[in-house]
Antibody, heavy 120, light 107 residues
Framework: QLQLQESGPGLVKPSETLSLSCNVSGGSISSSSYYWGWIRQPPGKGLEWIGSVNYGGSTNYNPSLKSRVTISVDTSKNHFSLKLNSVTAADTAVYYC????????????WGQGTLVTVSS | DIQMAQSPSSVSASVGDRVTITCRASQSISSWLAWYQQEPGKAPKLLIYAASSLQSGVPSRFSGSGSGTDFTLTISSLQPEDFATYYCQQTNSFPRTFGQGTKLEIK
């Protein structure tokens, strides 16, 4: 059974960089069939797609965040990562990592999510 | 960006009721639409992909239909575990976008 698990600091100071990692177990991140994505959800609000990466490092980003976001993949460690720089309180959210399936291009496996709070 | 609009924003229903949630895209997305269920404090769960394909393990009381710009998610007979928030997502183009959500509450 495929499992995804987010990890990283739960508290980040304004203007600093948010860094999260998503460890994938029970399957290989190197499959050409999938993209691996990050989605966030501010407290009490809806879902926002941040971006996705494939095993070869090809990325797609949300234009609203593109200038601040980097998503990368490490196939040797079977994980992928998110960096969001120059954070503000508006970046406070639960951050989810997920697998984008090849069939309907939808997110079929999700991590449990990790709350990141931006505060001094 | 493609905008996704769900209606209603919230709905109250009883166990056994049939419920329909609508999602409208700002431009045609063919059948590139997914539906998710999210319980409080949990990650979203994929229910339907490609507008009408049931994800493995999802009960058959869930069904999806539509193409182009108008889509529906139907729950044929509500069960207690179905009271949650539902989101649609277009998977036609980047950036991927979600509807604002529909909260399904117990009447």
């Amino acid at each position: 059974q495929l499992q995804l698990q987010e990890s990283g600091p739960g508290l980040v100071k304004p203007s600093e960089t948010l860094s999260l990692s998503c460890n994938v177990s029970g399957g290989s991140i190197s499959s050409s069939s999938y993209y691996w994505g990050w989605i966030r959800q501010p407290p009490g609000k809806g879902l926002e797609w941040i971006g996705s990466v494939n095993y070869g490092g090809s990325t797609n980003y949300n234009p609203s965040l593109k200038s601040r976001v980097t998503i990368s993949v490490d196939t040797s460690k079977n994980h992928f990562s998110l960096k969001l720089n120059s954070v503000t309180a508006a970046d406070t959210a639960v951050y989810y990592c997920a697998r984008q399936g090849s069939g309907g291009r939808s997110f079929d496996y999700w991590g449990q999510g990790t709350l990141v709070t931006v505060s001094s | 960006d493609i905008q996704m609009a769900q209606s209603p924003s919230s709905v109250s229903a009883s166990v056994g009721d049939r419920v329909t949630i609508t999602c409208r895209a700002s431009q045609s997305i063919s059948s590139w639409l997914a539906w998710y269920q999210q319980e409080p404090g949990k990650a979203p769960k994929l229910l339907i992909y490609a507008a009408s394909s049931l994800q493995s393990g999802v009960p058959s009381r869930f069904s999806g239909s539509g193409s182009g710009t108008d889509f529906t998610l139907t729950i044929s007979s509500l069960q207690p575990e179905d009271f949650a928030t539902y989101y649609c997502q277009q998977t036609n183009s980047f950036p991927r976008t979600f509807g604002q959500g529909t909260k399904l509450e117990i009447k």
